[in-house]
């Protein structure tokens, strides 16, 4: 396989098919990206995913590059900012990361959204949150064990995750434009795939447990 193809990878065994749900109304979509970098391919990522995503998505970025560092002691008195995170997730009905992989693992301005937003005690944010988790990076392995640590993080917060399709993407800048232009058809449709079942995963996530 070229290495320029990105990696599409699913060890779930093909289930039973069913119909895909009614989409009646427009659902809302956080994205978080998980680098604070102005030049991130994740956030090129981000741009290539919204591009190609079904009708049916509204998205908004959730920004995080101004939290302070999560400190427990402002449980009683929480930043602006924190607030505002909080805010953001209350107002979205789905969630979706896009994240590079740091060390094996995920970048500490995530890992720090995440506590903030999972804070106070008895006020987690994510909660019954559907949420799609997605990267890519320069090498072969596209983020797979970022995304398998901050599935943990995700898991640990109940939120209702799509676990399959999985899609590691290795980043080629000749295809994935910082426009949302995605050069290779094949590229662009296993971007397009993977945002079709993340928005029947929402679906069918709210049809059992509708947010607010």
């Known amino acids: 396989m070229n290495e320029a193809v ?7 065994e093909p289930g039973p098919s069913f119909d895909h749900p009614e989409v009646s109304v427009a659902r809302k979509v956080g994205y978080i990206v998980g680098s604070l970098s102005k030049d991130s391919i994740n956030r090129i990522l981000s741009t290539c995913l919204i591009a190609v995503a079904p009708d049916g998505l509204e998205f908004t970025e959730i920004p995080i590059g101004d939290l302070p560092l999560y400190n427990r002691d402002l449980d009683n008195d929480y930043p602006a900012s924190a607030t505002a995170l909080k805010d953001a997730i209350a107002s979205s009905d789905a969630l ?3 994240t590079p992989e740091y060390n094996r693992s995920i970048p500490g301005a995530l890992k720090n959204a995440i506590d903030w937003a999972s804070r106070p005690w008895g006020q987690n ?3 019954h949150v559907p949420a799609g988790v997605i990267g890519t990076s320069p090498g072969n392995i596209g983020t797979a064990v970022g995304q398998q640590t901050l599935r943990l993080c995700l898991s640990f917060v109940n939120a209702r995750q799509m676990t399959a399709p999985e899609a590691y993407i290795q980043f080629d800048p000749e295809i ?14 296993v971007l397009a795939s993977y945002m079709q079942e993340f928005q029947e995963h929402v679906e069918r996530v709210l049809t059992v447990l509708p947010r607010n």
């Open 6 to 12: 990105p990696r599409w990878c699913s060890w779930s």
């Open 96 to 98: 979706l990361f896009i």
């Open 125 to 127: 944010s994510f909660d």
């Open 176 to 189: 994935y434009l910082p426009t949302g232009e995605v050069t290779d058809a094949e590229s662009k449709e």
